[in-house]
């Protein structure tokens, strides 16, 4: 006698239709909170194509259906990106439950690697290629700033690179499910993380925010300068366990970047610009994520990108 499949494997939605409009066609991987799956949309086709168009499907995983705080972050990271209208940011489709009640949303179906894989396989990335990534890493921030929403995770594991059939990496920020949102004056983010909680990674934490204050888009910034950090270094600035962290992030300058990298060559230019994203305070940071962005590309580096690479 056949064994019953177990319900609640990751694989068992392989082969379900989903709201009639989703035919879930393969497992892709899962994160803290939701399964991902590649699906194709029933009646829909790209004009000019044959083939039905095919997205992601992230669904709730089923043992945190009860768990308030996971679920309430679930439901943000779509709410979050859906506001965002930018090639930069992850677009999200549409939004439903499963069968079982369980919720899903749709977004388009990337193809290429994470940051944090990228750096992983590289070990460190050549400087025209950070500050290029960086700068798109930044110019998606300022959309999603200027519609009210802090991401408060911005690291590797969040930035993706998509290998664009002309040849062009391009980027696109995702997992919203940290994110403030003005727009509700922060209820439902004190419902996700409490009052003064600290959330997101301890690494890319700004000092702020390690201390559990309310954050603003300059611990957005923040992050960045740790992630340009690591990309032209191959390691992160500050290591080690919360609450240990954030007393590196609070009062500790960071190590030089050649240090920590010997072989670095990078012009002082954009050294200045990874070590001003880094200030502890955070009024002397970039002004603004669109400044920082701005401040990258007038690097001699960010200067020699060739523009049929430009991913801006």
Avoid: C
């Avoid at 409009?21 to 994160?31: A, D, K």
């Avoid at 679920?71 to 999200?92: C, H, K, M, N, Y």
């Avoid at 690179?161 to 949102?181: I, P, Q, S, Y």
């Avoid at 920590?260 to 994203?277: F, G, M, N």
């Amino acid at each position: 006698m056949p064994m019953e499949r177990d319900r609640s494997a990751p694989d068992a939605l392989v082969g379900a239709v989903l709201a009639k409009r989703y035919r879930v066609m393969q497992y892709l991987g899962s994160g803290g909170v939701g399964h991902v799956y590649m699906a194709e949309q029933i009646g829909g086709t790209r004009p000019g194509a044959k083939s039905p168009v095919r997205v992601a499907i992230k669904v709730l995983r089923a043992e945190h259906r009860d768990n308030e705080q996971l679920s309430a972050r679930f439901d943000r990271e779509a709410d979050a990106a859906s506001r965002v209208r930018d090639p930069r940011v992850l677009t999200i489709y549409d939004r439903g439950r499963t069968d079982d009640g369980l919720p899903f949303f749709s977004a388009e179906l990337l193809e290429g690697l994470d940051l944090a894989d990228t750096i992983s396989f590289a070990r460190t990335l050549a400087p025209m290629r950070a500050v290029r990534i960086g700068a798109g890493v930044a110019f998606a921030l300022a959309a999603t700033h200027a519609v009210g929403v802090v991401h408060r995770d911005v690291k590797p594991e969040n930035i993706f690179l998509v290998h664009a059939r002309d040849g062009r990496e391009l980027v696109k920020l995702l997992d919203f499910g940290f994110a403030w949102m003005a727009t509700d004056g922060g209820a439902l983010s004190m419902r996700i993380t409490g009052s003064r909680t600290v959330v997101g990674t301890p690494e890319y934490m700004s000092p702020e925010q390690a201390a559990g204050d309310a954050v603003r888009p300059s611990a957005d910034l923040y992050a960045m300068g740790i992630v340009l950090y690591e990309m032209l270094t191959g390691r992160v600035p500050f290591s080690g366990e919360y609450p240990a962290i954030a007393e590196k992030h609070a009062i500790e300058p960071p190590p030089p970047m050649r240090r920590a990298h010997p072989k670095l060559s990078i012009s002082k230019e954009l050294e200045a610009v990874v070590t001003r994203a880094l200030a502890k305070d955070p009024s002397r940071r970039h002004a603004s994520a669109t400044e920082l962005a701005e401040a990258l590309l007038a690097t001699p580096e960010g200067r020699s990108i060739p523009r049929a690479h430009d991913t801006l």
